[in-house]
Structures are given as structure tokens and as C-alpha cells.
């Protein structure tokens, strides 16, 4: 009777030994108080098939210690009864219920409850790739990184691994950062930045600074190149509806002012390079929702909504040449009686290209009438090459032709790439009001104050009779001209001979705009048909 009595107990005994076992280790795979990744989830009214493969996607991930975090924020259809049966099912997710306050307010409600040593976020409409945590806290730890990001829809502009420096973030294509979902981000550096969503807006910016600004308080960041997130164009959603386009427009605003004052309370620890960074993003932010969301953006509005201390010479001077050049534009636009605005003297100047130092602006055959086109033509010191350069206390310049007493303006004040330059009679229009912006060694860039664009060598063309006109701010040589001053007396007697033994300047076939010279908005399709159009008829565009 002992014997037997012995003999269960020891069988008991191994049952629960080996029950024990068991539960330790699901309680090391599922059940772990600090898991390695915490993904958040914040949930309104996501259609059932979406939110469903968006749940299913998270659940599946390779890395087990995890926990997902979905945060429905009043959800008035099915959306927090799908979620409710996830967590019954699936110890990994905590699902909470809240009144609607916005996706800002979700997100930091899953921040507040994550216990995460990274925390990843995932929309509720789009999905990820099972290996997507794995990956990212593979490299994390591997090299010790702040960030984990990766490309999520474009082709990456790396085949391997690589660890960034913040300075480095412009060389590569904006939307590899600008959202919050492609990566992970250590917890520790948000709560010590204190970076959180609170008082950002929805509908497609908020992603956008809240990322810039961890990208520019970050130690290390990471890069690899698995495409690992499935993006969908849910039409529901706040990014794509649902707001109107001056809600929008103020929540850019309201985002751009809040993540500003944030990064700038910091700035003890960031550097210059990092800032510039930020500025950067900032202004690739109001390009795309220009395009995207048709939102316009006054310059004056646009500029205060940035912390000054962002807007420092040390600061912009470091941004790459075309977005130095707008955001200077912009400073300004807003600040018409900025006195650092002032950057040549008033008098009469020749104006010649980089491109082609030999050659200078022409009115075309020294016209004296309305219309006739900005041209570039060999120097040869008549008054068609001549011009007036005068200062206005808001900060703009206007020049005059000598030969004709006219203004030099941008042809209706056009508003397209390959808009002609001529020159027309005194009208006080902004067509005719020009920015000269230094870019050192004696050459500037002109930017009529009509318009986004600068004033273009067409074609890149160092050739008699090239036309001049507007193009989107790329920087490079047919975009610098050298202001030299000459003689205050204008020289009638001279006669442009070299014009009139030479023919009709204006070449006959369009010349081909050459392929690089397009903005980061536009597609090379797009540039492509422009430069295969006629160059603009200043009388039919009369």
C-alpha cells in the first residue's frame, strides 16, 4: 500500500514538474512583464476585412515577446467587438476602449500602457510582414540604435544594413522617414525627450513631425533594406478624407508649431545639422501637401508656425542649396522689412550666367516694346545688356531694361515650369518684384516673388538666343547669375550689331530641357513632357 502510495506520488509529482516547466515557458514567450516590442494600434470605424488582416499581421510576427496594443477611440461600428475577440483569444493583445479624441490621443494612450523596450506603430488599415519585429530588433540590438527604420513602398537607396548619422538624413528620398510606421523607436528616448502625440492634429502631417523630431533627437539610427509594410489607400481614413482642406491646412499649421517648440526646448543636445534636418522635413512637408492636398500656404503663416531659433543663418545655411534657397525666399516673404534682405547695392549691372560667364541677360534684339524676351546673348557691352537694379524697403528688387525703360517680369505671372522672362511696361505687379539671393563668390540666384520658382537658363543652353525663364529651385549653374556693376549712364550709341548680323535670336526648335532639372515633387514623367514642349509664345500667353 505505501509502495503504491509512493509510486503517484512521484507520478504527481513529474506532472507537475513538467506543468511548471510548461507555464514558465509560456509565460517567458507570451507572458513576459517586459517584452521587446510593443505595437500600437489605434482603431476608429476601420473597415472589418482591413482591420482583420491588419490584426493578423501583427499576431503573426516571428518575434513572440511581444505585445500589441489596440486602442479604439470610440469606434461607433464593429471595430471594438473585432478587437475584443482578438484579446480573448490572444493573451499578446490589450485592447482598450475610450471616447473619440483623435488619433493623437490614441496613440498616446498606447504609449502610456506599453511596456515595450521599442514601441512600433501600425494603422489599423494596413498590414506588416510576419518578420517585421524580428528584424527590426535584430538590427536595434545588433548595433545598439535609438531608430530602426526601413523603406515600406519605394525602392531603398541601400542593399545592406547601415547606421546613419542625423546630418546625413536629406541625401536619401524623405519618405523613407517621414512616417511613424516604418520602424521602431527605443522607448527610453521617447520618454526622455518627453515626445509624445499631445496636441498634434490628424490627417497627415502628424506622422510626419512626430518622426522628424525623434530623427533629430536620436543617437543612432539604423537602416535596412526590407521592404516590410504594406501601405494601403484606405479613402476612410483621416489621411485621405474625412477632413477639409482648411482643417487640414491648420492642423499643418498647429503640428509644424508644437514639434518646432518641442525640438528647439531641446536644442541644448541637438546640433546645427540635426536642425537643418528638421527644417528640411519641414519644408518637403508643406511641398507635398501643397500637391497631395491642394492646401496653399501664405509665407508669413507658414514661417511663424517655426521656432526662430530654427531660422538662424547657422542653421539654414546648411540645408542643401535648394532648400536654403526657398526657405530664405520664404524668411523673406514673411519679413518684409528684414533689413539682412538688402544684399547688393542699387545701380546699373550686366548680369551674366555661371553657366556661361561670357555671356550675359539680352533683351531680345533691344526691343522696345511689351513682350520681347529675356534672352542670353554674347556680351557685347550695348544697353541691351543693361539693366537698373533698385531696392524697395520690402524687400524686393525690380530691374529695369536701359535700352527700353522696361521691367523685367515673369510672362502673366506664370505659375509653370518654363513660364518665360520678358519684359513689360511699369505695373507694380509681384511679376515684376525679384529676390536677389547671395550664394557666394559674387553670384546670386533671382526669384520672382510671384511665384516658387528661380530665374533659369533654358534648357541649360550657353548658346546665342537661349530663352530665360522660371523653373522649380534645383540650384545648379543655370540657376546662378554674377551681378557687375557698370557705368551709371546708359550708352545709346551703341548699336547691338552682333543681334542684327546674327538674325532672329530665339532659336526655332525648342531646346530639350535637360532630364535632372526637375523638382523631388514632380515625376520624371511629368519633367519629361515638359521638356519636350515648345518653348513659351510670349504673344499667345499675352
Known amino acids: 500500500m505505501k509502495k503504491l502510495i509512493l509510486n503517484n506520488f512521484k507520478k504527481l509529482m513529474s506532472m507537475m514538474l513538467t506543468a511548471i516547466l510548461l507555464l514558465s515557458t509560456i509565460s517567458f514567450e507570451v507572458f513576459a512583464e517586459d517584452p521587446k516590442i510593443s505595437i500600437i494600434i489605434p482603431v476608429y470605424n476601420t473597415p472589418e476585412n482591413l482591420l482583420r488582416d491588419c490584426l493578423e499581421s501583427a499576431k503573426n510576427q516571428t518575434l513572440k515577446d511581444i505585445e500589441i496594443i489596440c486602442v479604439d477611440d470610440g469606434s461607433t461600428d464593429g471595430s471594438g467587438k473585432i478587437l475584443d475577440e482578438y484579446a480573448k483569444s490572444d493573451p499578446k493583445f490589450v485592447v482598450v476602449h475610450q471616447e473619440n479624441g483623435g488619433v493623437a490621443v490614441a496613440r498616446d494612450k498606447g504609449m502610456d500602457l506599453a511596456k515595450g523596450e521599442y514601441i512600433q506603430f501600425l494603422d489599423s488599415d494596413d498590414t506588416i510582414d510576419p518578420t517585421t519585429s524580428e528584424k527590426c530588433y535584430t538590427a536595434a540590438k545588433e548595433y545598439d540604435a535609438d531608430i530602426v527604420k526601413f523603406p515600406f513602398c519605394h525602392a531603398s537607396n541601400f542593399d545592406k544594413i547601415e547606421v546613419l548619422k542625423p546630418s546625413s538624413l536629406l541625401k536619401y528620398a524623405f519618405n523613407l522617414y ?320 552682333a543681334q542684327k548680323t546674327a538674325g532672329k535670336p530665339r532659336p526655332k526648335k525648342p531646346v530639350k530641357i535637360r532630364k535632372k532639372a526637375y523638382k523631388p515633387s514632380e515625376t520624371k514623367k511629368d519633367a519629361g513632357k515638359l521638356s519636350s514642349s515648345k518653348p513659351i509664345d510670349s504673344k499667345k500667353s499675352a
Open 178 to 497: 517621414a512616417p511613424i510606421w516604418n520602424g521602431i523607436y527605443r522607448k527610453k528616448l521617447l520618454n526622455d525627450y518627453n515626445l509624445r502625440w499631445d496636441g498634434l492634429k490628424g490627417g497627415g502631417t502628424e506622422d510626419t513631425v512626430f518622426s522628424v523630431t525623434c530623427l533629430g533627437v536620436a543617437g543612432k539610427i539604423v537602416h535596412i533594406p526590407n521592404m516590410l509594410y504594406k501601405w494601403h489607400a484606405n479613402s476612410m481614413s483621416l489621411t485621405h478624407g474625412g477632413l477639409a482642406s482648411d482643417d487640414k491646412k491648420r492642423g499643418v499649421i498647429n503640428n509644424i508649431k508644437i514639434m518646432s517648440e518641442k525640438l528647439q526646448s531641446i536644442c541644448l543636445k541637438v546640433n546645427d545639422n540635426v536642425k537643418s534636418v528638421f527644417l528640411g522635413c519641414l519644408l518637403d512637408i508643406k511641398d507635398w501637401t501643397s500637391r497631395d492636398y491642394k492646401i496653399c500656404f501664405d509665407e508669413k503663416e507658414f514661417i511663424s508656425a517655426i521656432h526662430p531659433q530654427l531660422l538662424k543663418d547657422d542653421v539654414v545655411n546648411r540645408l542643401p542649396i535648394a532648400e536654403r534657397i526657398r526657405l530664405k525666399s520664404m524668411i523673406w516673404r514673411a519679413n518684409p522689412q528684414a533689413k539682412s534682405q538688402k544684399t547688393i547695392d542699387d545701380g546699373i549691372y550686366t548680369i551674366s550666367s555661371k553657366l556661361a560667364p561670357n555671356m550675359c541677360l539680352d533683351i531680345n534684339q533691344c526691343s522696345k516694346g511689351d513682350k520681347a524676351n529675356l534672352q542670353l546673348w554674347q556680351k557685347n557691352g550695348t544697353d541691351a545688356q543693361k539693366f537698373k537694379v533698385q531696392y524697395d524697403p520690402d524687400g524686393y528688387y525690380t530691374m529695369k531694361a536701359m535700352c527700353s525703360g522696361k521691367f523685367i517680369d515673369v510672362a502673366n505671372s506664370g505659375k509653370k515650369n518654363g513660364t518665360n522672362i520678358w519684359q513689360y511696361g511699369a505695373n507694380g505687379t509681384d511679376a515684376q518684384k525679384w529676390f536677389i539671393v547671395p550664394d557666394g563668390d559674387g553670384y546670386y540666384f533671382l526669384l520672382p516673388r510671384c511665384n516658387d520658382f528661380c530665374m533659369d537658363v533654358y534648357g541649360a543652353q550657353a548658346k546665342n538666343g537661349a530663352n530665360i525663364h522660371c523653373w522649380y529651385i534645383h540650384g545648379d549653374d543655370n540657376q546662378r547669375f554674377k551681378l557687375e556693376k557698370c557705368e551709371d549712364k546708359p550708352n545709346s550709341s551703341k548699336s547691338n550689331t
